[in-house]
């Protein structure tokens, strides 16, 4: 089966979005350039909201409420019997960009194999828009690289919940 890494580029306030905010929050650079590039032999995997703001982008798009999806494979009903199903037969490596409730209803769902979270050094305050809320889920730390001298990329892969959640 197909891994399924969830990528969620993040302000250090947890916020994936801004008002008045450059694209990658301003911070972009030859690094972050080069590990988007190194990311295109996945298969892209995207929410409705994402789908209709890059619709190009994906493979296949999981909705409930679109009819049809261009060229990308539209996935619907059930969400873990969907993606479990197209997780099975890709051919290749799955990947998230974006996409916040697909990512919290996969996540809850047991479906994620990697979390990674571009973190980048601005804290969007009031001008922060669509705030990360996502399930609880134990995680270990797979990698972690900085990037362009002031993002840091944390991989992490599901795994125990810590002591807070044991009692």
């Excluded at 990947?95 to 804290?123: C, E, K, Q, Y």
Aim: proline share 4%.
């Amino acid at each position: 089966m197909a891994e399924l890494t969830c990528d969620l580029f993040v302000s250090a306030d947890g916020y994936a979005a801004g008002d008045n905010t450059e694209a990658f929050f301003g911070y972009d650079g030859p690094d972050l350039q080069a590990w988007i590039a190194s990311a295109s032999h996945y298969r892209i995997l995207v929410g409705r909201n994402t789908y209709e703001t890059f619709p190009d982008l994906a493979a296949a798009v999981y909705s409930n409420t679109l009819t049809s999806a261009g060229s990308a494979r539209l996935l619907s009903g059930d969400l873990t019997r969907a993606v479990t199903e197209f997780k099975a037969g890709s051919d290749g490596p799955i990947r998230t960009i974006g996409s916040l409730r697909l990512v919290a209803g996969l996540l809850a769902a047991g479906l994620v194999d990697h979390l990674r979270l571009m973190v980048f050094p601005v804290t969007m305050g009031a001008d922060g828009r669509e705030h990360i809320e996502l399930p609880r889920v134990g995680y270990e730390l797979a990698e972690s690289r900085v990037l362009d001298g002031r993002l840091v990329l944390l991989d992490y892969r599901p795994g125990t919940v810590g002591p807070a959640a044991a009692s």
